[in-house]
């Protein structure tokens, strides 16, 4: 194997044992970038001079015997929406293209600390708002399996840039999926943390201090071992509330497959799948039910889906609503006041919650909780829960329109783009940790991901079941141009 495309613990044992360079490293990265970022343009921003610098001071480091950290020494990525001091921060906006970050992101300073080198920034979508990644700025991120279809958004760019070989680390986001369906796309590991575990200070457009609800930061790797080696270093509350209070997350035990308990919920009538994801999943689950594991397809929280769906969709539209201008939030205020209450697209629903009031958000809150409660008391019989982390396998580019116009074909039916979007919220707005795990391609030759949903704090739960798949159905894979 290429030795870029290796696992990022792999690749930081080379360079902690000394048989290849940290500036070596970084160098062959570098090449690569130059030869192959104008094919799919996961990297809009590169850093190669500082980035060298420190590879230098890591090599005289280790030559004498010191270690900076478990990352000694390796270059990694992050997404362009996180703060990396002297480098541009835009959210993909054109409004933002001088605004040069003067710190660092809590969990970018966290990376570095452990001793990681940022060599560059990775691309997204305007707002972080899409499940494609261009911008006005930085053009358009190509899927590296083909490059005529989406790598996802929003940290497509980061899901891109891992597929490729052009980083062994990615820090992204996620409060739509943005982790997870990037990674399903890609055929990486993307990891949503539980709500609020991992601070997002550092990553926020510059006329906000405070975070979104539902929205998490989270690492994308090449293997499962990568994320339970990255997730414990950038876990932690911010700089204010880091004066009182610690996380320790449960750690999973290492157990055999008969003493796992694996559910499944391969589809929803809210949101339908196509048949090629659809039958992934179950493939994974009768996979796990072969290898011993206790699995069941009618398992489920007591929650109706298409109740799950539409509360998501106020909550996560509520939550980024702020982004709106004052006239387009009085724009989306006539408009829902036209809108029959009775209707339940997509569009409908983004328009009454992105103009809740806080007492109508307060009763859509009092909702959630109780679904909360529902999954709390389902993860007492239940380890995870296994389900599509979207409807197909990446869709080709389509820039036309508002999002809730754009369609992809679900088993030869035409779906708004957005529908999908039920498989990130189900867990997500209940705060939920999940892990996308690669099982494979589907007849498209385009990579398909299960999502493994855990129970609250069950991070390591989630990435622990995500490691037995790589380890005994298998993981990544370098897309077929790969060199």
């Known amino acids: 194997m290429n030795p870029l495309f290796r696992p990022a613990h792999y690749l930081a044992r080379m360079v902690r044992k000394g048989d290849i360079g940290s500036l070596e490293l970084l160098d062959l990265y570098l090449d690569r970038i130059n030869q192959l970022n104008g094919l799919t343009r996961a990297l809009c921003v590169i850093d190669a001079e500082r980035a060298r610098k420190r590879a230098r001071a890591a090599d005289r480091a280790r030559s004498q015997g010191e270690s900076w950290g478990p990352l000694h020494g390796l270059p990694i990525t992050v997404k362009?929406?996180?703060?990396?001091?002297g480098l541009p921060t835009t959210w993909g906006v054109s409004e933002y293209q001088n605004n040069i970050a003067t710190g660092n992101a809590a969990a970018v300073d966290r990376l570095l600390a452990a001793g990681a080198i940022v060599m560059g920034k990775t691309n997204v979508p305007v707002l972080l708002a899409d499940w494609q990644s261009f911008n006005p700025l930085y053009g358009t991120t190509c899927n590296p399996w083909n490059h005529d279809r989406v790598p996802g958004g929003s940290s497509g760019g980061a899901a891109a840039a891992l597929a490729t070989g052009f980083t062994?680390?990615?820090?992204?986001?996620?409060i739509g999926g943005s982790i997870r369906n990037p990674a399903h796309y890609c055929g990486i590991y993307g990891h949503k943390p539980t709500y609020g575990i991992c601070s997002d200070e550092g990553h926020r457009l510059p006329r906000w201090i405070t975070g979104n609800d539902i929205a998490v930061i989270g690492p994308l790797a090449r293997s499962a071992r990568d994320l339970e080696l990255a997730l414990p270093l950038i876990t932690g509350p911010d700089s204010r509330d880091g004066l009182a209070w610690r996380i320790s997350l449960p750690r999973q035990s290492r157990k055999p497959w008969r003493d796992w308990r694996v559910a499944v919920l391969p589809d929803a009538e809210t949101a339908p799948?196509?048949?090629?994801?659809r039958n992934r999943v179950l493939e994974v689950a009768d996979f796990a039910r072969r290898q011993g594991a206790t699995v069941s397809v009618a398992a489920r929280p007591d929650i109706d889906l298409a109740e799950a769906h539409e509360v998501f969709i106020h909550l996560l539209r509520a939550a980024t609503s702020r982004s709106l201008s004052d006239d387009g939030f009085a724009r989306n205020e006539e408009?829902?006041?036209?809108?029959p209450a009775s209707s339940t697209d997509y569009e409908s629903w983004m328009l009454r919650g992105s103009t809740l009031s806080h007492r109508d958000w307060l009763a859509c809150n009092e909702r959630r909780q109780r679904m909360r409660e529902r999954w709390a008391e389902f993860f007492r019989d239940w380890d995870v829960m296994l389900c599509p982390a979207a409807a197909t396998t990446a869709f080709p580019h389509d820039q036309k329109g508002e999002r809730w116009e754009r369609m992809i074909t679900v088993d030869?039916?035409?779906q708004p783009s957005t529908t999908q979007m039920?498989?990130?919220?189900?867990?997500?707005?209940?705060?939920?940790?999940?892990?996308?795990?690669p099982v494979g391609l589907a007849a498209d030759g385009l990579p398909v991901g299960v999502q493994i949903i855990g129970p609250l704090y069950g991070d390591l739960t989630c990435i622990e079941f995500a490691g037995m798949l790589e380890r005994d159905l298998g993981g990544f894979s370098s897309p077929p141009d790969g060199r």
């Open 335 to 339: 408009r829902a006041r036209t809108t």
């Open 273 to 277: 799948v196509d048949s090629a994801i």
């Open 412 to 414: 030869g039916k035409s």
């Open 168 to 174: 062994s680390l990615e820090l992204g986001s996620d």
């Open 80 to 85: 362009e929406s996180f703060d990396v001091a």
């Open 422 to 437: 039920f498989w990130a919220g189900y867990s997500g707005m209940a705060y939920l940790p999940s892990t996308v795990a």
